[in-house]
């Protein structure tokens, strides 16, 4: 059994290998005419040189917290958090930087038709995916193994808890500096481009529309990225910190064996859903036909078959690993697999009640269109009342997800507790290794999620390089699909983020105790005037985490307005669209940048500040600020997320005949309904899950100087 | 000391014959010409009309609710919720009868000038203030001298509880019934009127003007009136409850003499508190001036009194009740006015801080009027973010508070704690002492709160009866006073609410523990998966219950803007304005009086409801929900409250001439603000604070049926 961190290690690497193979496969295609070259390299060199001063500008963070790091809990943590911040970097470097090469070479593949296309802009993505997956999943076997099994060092799971830490760390950043420079260009580009000066979407006039296009990859690939490297690394951190940080309570039942079984399964997990991501991503294929329904089961047939093998992976891992051992009492490894299972129906069925709420297919959205007729006001309305009850819908998921995986882990392992038997840890470690499971083909599914952008920004190439409207045409089918497809990634995505922080709180519950050696238990009851203060604040950050980002996409955005503003006023014939004059947009590029990063500061430190203030002055109240903070900021990130989609999609309805169509009244009321809900969507709400996260682990990796 | 609930009862029918008294003295003015009157009885019919169906419908609930509370309770349980219910509705029906006598008599007054019709607005409102407290603390008293100290019945504390669970029922149906009611009638108003037909606000040929201001009646009036007889009574029988249930825990500390005291102390605080509020209100006099900072002077000077005089009399109080009462250890009796007076100050910067964020004095509203230069999706985006922003501050307040004032009990009464000694029952008693007096002076405090809309309907009567515009000046500088005034009532109503249901929350705690004979005791720790799960549902129901009431409105608008289109459609010469042709303004009542009530049933059923399914079903989930929901609908209640209030005055700040005044662009912007702002400020905010307390009191009320 211990051969599996190994085993593991070495399908991270090869996981690496295809991303590398893709890569040279992407590079081969062809970019296009010199039109096209230009605007790629121009799209690059923006998203590059963001990416570089978000680093620059993170690393001084990074910094500061691994000498405190360093300082308070072991030298040895503060070494892995910067492993787990430098590989998510890397990851996410590698993986913008093929898909700012992908982008225009999609767009010439285009010009075959989508079958040809498609393949391009999911290697392009796939880049991204096992960048990623591998990158995240080698560097912690790396540090478990190096740690763990060969140097058995002191405070080792402190050590390799660090490690996602570090990756919480460049999510954050990354998801907030990313988010508030997409909508920033976003919003800036709209609100002169099409509203005032009248010309359409990605035209060459524009000078905010490559800032736009760069904010695609910056937001949506390299954001996401990071997002999901910190949400896998997670998963697969939070069930063996559940372990190992409860190990003083449950060495009497588990006994060595036991012990080593707990923290070999996750791990074990994540190996066959990275073999199962392999196998998965060779299954997406072009073919000939060009027909949608084709296509979208060419991407789907790569990610439901590599669930289908975790399936089959985790059920006989269950029994290799717990079958044969005799610790536990009852033996039934068949509950783990039940929890994993439900784990993925759960997060299947939040992305498709996301879907339900946000896709134009459906009633919620058809009603918002309904209510553009009425003006922007009951536009607005609807579209935060249908947020709203999809919180509800989510939750009683959550709720049903929780108690699935709870009562698997209850079966397999019953007499799995703490001494005094209140504290059922086999149902509490069926929750973290259902957080796993939806994660385990991290690979594939990211793949699928970052072709979306690379689709995207193909069109906007094609647009800006004046090329048949055919191009368009396809390119634009292949980024619907990519839209429908991602909405299961999301649920996977959401849902893991509440259970894995769920079992990270249960973790750093029992760190202060293990900590303490025993002396301190944190008294959690919500009767207790401390925990329920700590729950009041933690209600009121997710509130006062949205104000700040939201806020900031709107400073951002005022820059670039005026920016662009400038350039029309100031460049003439720019805007009459005269030959051979073109926009500065290199300008609007560093100013999306600078003030991206500016706002990034705040929200981005209280994630980190606050829970380390609270916890020093009173853990009891910590442990209230992180539950408060954990059940408000999901319902307020499914809540922005839900509204953000439907009105996007409202908007899209409309643009494609209802109520009147593009240019009604109907559609303006429905461009303030999407402006309104892009910081929701693409700022706010994904950062909100990260944010969460990140206050959770720190609390666990300083719980030892807490006490 | 056992004279304190005689006397108590003797003030409130001394706040009863004032509340008489006001009322003969408003019956006297002088009405006004043919026309006024005429509209006055229409604004007085359709506002009756609408109470008494609005109760026909709450007593089928109430008597189920009655018949369940006999059954599964104790028969007087089901007595005293049925009294609580009927003497809110009393004290409702009489506010609001003699408000709608008070309108056209404060216009009429109003040609004198403000000095004149400043005090016939007052003592209007001043009926309603008087009614609720005298009611609902003549009520109360009598419940607790008849079955606490004359018969000693068994279950006498549930049987004083369920008298606030009666209070609460109504309101919560009246604030969310109401709260409908005045936003459909206004949006539908507003939509058709001003933005369609093209004529002002108040017009008397918008057909839905008069529902309009029946609107204003029962949302503002009848719904707050409602509110604050549940408030009221809530933070009474707060303490009381709290010391009742956790007796079994305390008496060997306290003994009988300081159990009594600890029973009697709140009571005499409301006691205080009405005699303050019966000065009080007789400061209130008009004068010969009409300068604004004197009339502001004017209904300061009447609330400030009061509140001094209760401040000087908690503290004679703590000291006769507690010092010489030699049962707790240290006697610092003073430590119990450091609660009080500690509540009153958090309450009052509550109140301010409200104002702070939606003030046009100050940034934040400043704020949105810049960003509607961008349109309306900017500000629709800046006051999201306002409103996020202000929970921050808001929930700072709450904890400082909470701090203080368990602090200060905590000194009175340091023994007094449960058996293990792990539950410091003397901070928690501070915390449901601090919310008795805010709420102390609710006779003043309502009367100048009711006083707001009777001057705004004076307005409106002043314009649809054509009278000189000076009138209108008049009436509109009383209405933007009692804005300002409101501020202050309104956070001690917010700030009690979270204090009261913290306290009622431990009392449901210890109900559980003494109804089970100590067999159960709730198992509230945050880590507990049951627990958990209890917050996530409660985190999610506010949200719900959020996006119920927000459709609520927009489908009953919805039927009042077809009436009033089909009504310019159909009447000849009404839209032109052609003299002699009236709208059929009863059928715009009829509709959204129908309307609101129809809607006002699912969200009502959903608070008393869902907590007594969860606690049939696990009891320590029904903890965490009850959690949940407090932190989580707090956050929302103030995020929606002030947004709204934003909203509002930037559109009044841009009528008042900045950014282009009205009719330009940024007016058009600021307009859709406000509308979104409509239900979040009037419907859905303020019927969260109560959905909070209804869920609480329900849960503590069955709290013996669950176990």
């Known amino acids: 059994m211990d051969v599996i961190p190994y085993l593991a290690a070495v399908s991270a690497l090869a996981?690496?290998?295809?991303?590398?193979?893709?890569?040279?496969?992407?590079?081969?295609?062809?970019?296009?005419?010199?039109?096209?070259?230009?605007?790629?390299?121009?799209?690059?060199?923006?998203?590059?040189?963001?990416?570089?001063?978000?680093?620059?500008?993170?690393?001084?963070?990074?910094?500061?917290?691994?000498?405190?790091?360093a300082v308070v809990i072991a030298p040895l943590a503060a070494l892995t958090y910067l492993l787990g911040a430098i590989l998510s970097s890397v990851a996410g470097y590698a993986g913008m930087t093929v898909a700012t090469m992908a982008n225009a070479r999609t767009t010439e593949a285009a010009k075959d038709g989508p079958g040809k296309a498609l393949p391009v802009a999911f290697r392009g993505g796939a880049v991204m995916g096992f960048s990623v997956a591998g990158l995240a999943?080698?560097?912690?076997?790396?540090?478990?193994?190096?740690?763990?099994?060969?140097?058995?060092?002191?405070?080792?799971?402190?050590?390799?808890?660090?490690?996602?830490?570090?990756?919480?760390?460049?999510?954050?950043?990354?998801?907030?500096?990313g988010g508030i420079y997409t909508k920033a260009a976003d919003v800036g580009a709209d609100l002169v481009g099409k509203v005032e000066a009248g010309i359409p979407e990605d035209d060459p006039r524009n000078p905010a529309t490559i800032a736009d296009n760069v904010g695609d990859n910056v937001g949506d690939v390299a954001?996401?990225?990071?997002?999901?490297?910190?949400?896998?690394?997670?998963?697969?951190?939070?069930?063996?910190?559940?372990?190992?940080?409860?190990?003083?309570?449950?060495?009497?039942?588990?006994?060595?064996?036991?012990?080593?079984?707990?923290?070999?399964?996750?791990?074990?997990?994540?190996?066959?859903?990275?073999?199962?991501?392999?196998?998965?991503?060779?299954?997406?294929?072009?073919?000939?036909?060009?027909?949608?329904?084709?296509?979208?089961?060419?991407?789907?047939?790569?990610?439901?078959?590599?669930?289908?093998?975790?399936?089959?992976?985790?059920?006989?891992?269950?029994?290799?690993i717990f079958g044969d051992t005799d610790v536990f009492a009852a033996g039934k490894a068949w509950g783990l697999a039940v929890s994993v299972i439900g784990g993925l129906i759960v997060g299947w069925a939040l992305g498709k009640t996301a879907e339900y709420y946000t896709s134009d297919h459906y009633q919620p959205v058809k009603n918002i269109g309904k209510?553009?007729?009425?003006?922007?006001?009951?536009?607005?309305?609807?579209?935060?009342?249908?947020?709203?009850?999809?919180?509800?819908?989510?939750?009683?998921?959550?709720?049903?997800?929780?108690?699935?995986?709870?009562?698997?882990?209850?079966?397999?392992?019953?007499?799995?507790?703490?001494?005094?038997?209140?504290?059922?840890?086999?149902?509490?470690?069926?929750?973290a290794v259902a957080a796993i499971g939806m994660l385990a083909t991290t690979g594939v599914v990211v793949s699928v999620d970052a072709y979306g952008p690379i689709a995207d920004n193909a069109g906007g190439i094609a647009e800006m390089a004046e090329l048949d409207p055919s191009v368009r045409e396809v390119t634009d089918a292949l980024d619907s699909l990519g839209n429908t497809t991602a909405a299961v990634a999301k649920g996977f995505a959401v849902g893991s983020a509440a259970l894995t922080a769920l079992a990270l709180f249960k973790s750093f519950e029992f760190a202060i105790t293990t900590a303490s050696g025993g002396d301190k238990v944190l008294d959690l009851d919500i009767g207790n005037v401390d925990v329920f203060i700590g729950l009041f604040i933690g209600a009121a950050l997710p509130f006062l985490?949205?104000?700040?980002?939201?806020?900031?996409?709107?400073?951002?955005?005022?820059?670039?307005?005026?920016?662009?503003?400038?350039?029309?006023?100031?460049?003439?014939?720019?805007?009459?669209?005269?030959?051979?004059?073109?926009?500065?947009?290199?300008?609007?590029?560093?100013?999306?940048?600078e003030a991206s990063l500016k706002e990034m500061i705040i929200p981005g430190a209280l994630a980190v500040v606050v829970p380390l203030v609270v916890g020093f002055i009173d853990v009891d109240s910590l442990g209230g600020l992180l539950a408060g903070s954990l059940v408000t900021g999901f319902a307020l990130a499914i809540f922005m997320a839900n509204a953000g989609g439907a009105w996007d999609n409202a908007k899209k309805y409309i643009e494609a005949g209802a109520h009147g169509g593009k240019g009604s009244d109907s559609h303006k009321a429905a461009v303030v309904g999407d402006t309104v809900g892009d910081p929701f969507k693409d700022t706010s709400g994904p950062a909100m899950n990260i944010l969460l996260k990140v206050m959770t682990i720190v609390s666990l990796v300083f719980a030892s100087a807490f006490v």
Not at 53 to 63: C, D, G, L, P, R
Not at 143 to 172: K, N, P
Not at 560 to 582: A, C, D, N, S, T
Request: with cysteine; glycine share 12%.
């Open 15 to 69: 996981g690496l290998a295809l991303a590398f193979f893709y890569y040279k496969a992407v590079e081969k295609e062809s970019p296009g005419n010199e039109r096209m070259v230009f605007l790629m390299e121009e799209i690059q060199k923006g998203a590059k040189a963001f990416l570089k001063k978000e680093y620059q500008w993170v690393s001084v963070f990074a910094v500061v917290m691994a000498i405190l790091l």
């Open 137 to 177: 999943l080698g560097g912690l076997m790396v540090t478990y193994i190096l740690f763990v099994t060969i140097l058995e060092v002191d405070d080792a799971f402190e050590v390799v808890t660090a490690y996602g830490l570090g990756a919480s760390t460049i999510a954050l950043f990354s998801r907030v500096g």
């Open 223 to 320: 954001g996401m990225g990071a997002d999901l490297f910190e949400s896998y690394a997670g998963s697969i951190i939070a069930p063996i910190s559940l372990i190992a940080f409860a190990s003083a309570l449950t060495a009497d039942q588990a006994g060595d064996v036991g012990f080593i079984s707990l923290l070999m399964f996750p791990i074990f997990v994540a190996f066959i859903g990275m073999i199962a991501s392999i196998i998965g991503s060779f299954l997406v294929k072009g073919g000939e036909s060009t027909d949608s329904k084709a296509l979208s089961k060419a991407l789907h047939l790569g990610t439901n078959s590599a669930m289908g093998i975790t399936v089959v992976g985790v059920v006989a891992g269950a029994y290799w």
């Open 371 to 431: 209510q553009t007729e009425t003006g922007p006001a009951t536009t607005v309305l609807k579209g935060i009342s249908i947020g709203m009850q999809s919180v509800a819908a989510s939750v009683a998921l959550i709720i049903i997800g929780v108690g699935i995986a709870y009562w698997g882990g209850l079966q397999a392992l019953p007499d799995l507790a703490n001494e005094a038997g209140t504290i059922e840890i086999g149902g509490l470690y069926g929750i």
């Open 545 to 593: 985490f949205a104000a700040l980002t939201i806020d900031a996409v709107g400073r951002a955005a005022a820059e670039m307005i005026e920016e662009v503003r400038r350039q029309f006023r100031e460049i003439p014939g720019l805007r009459e669209g005269k030959p051979g004059v073109i926009p500065d947009s290199a300008r609007c590029v560093a100013i999306s940048t």
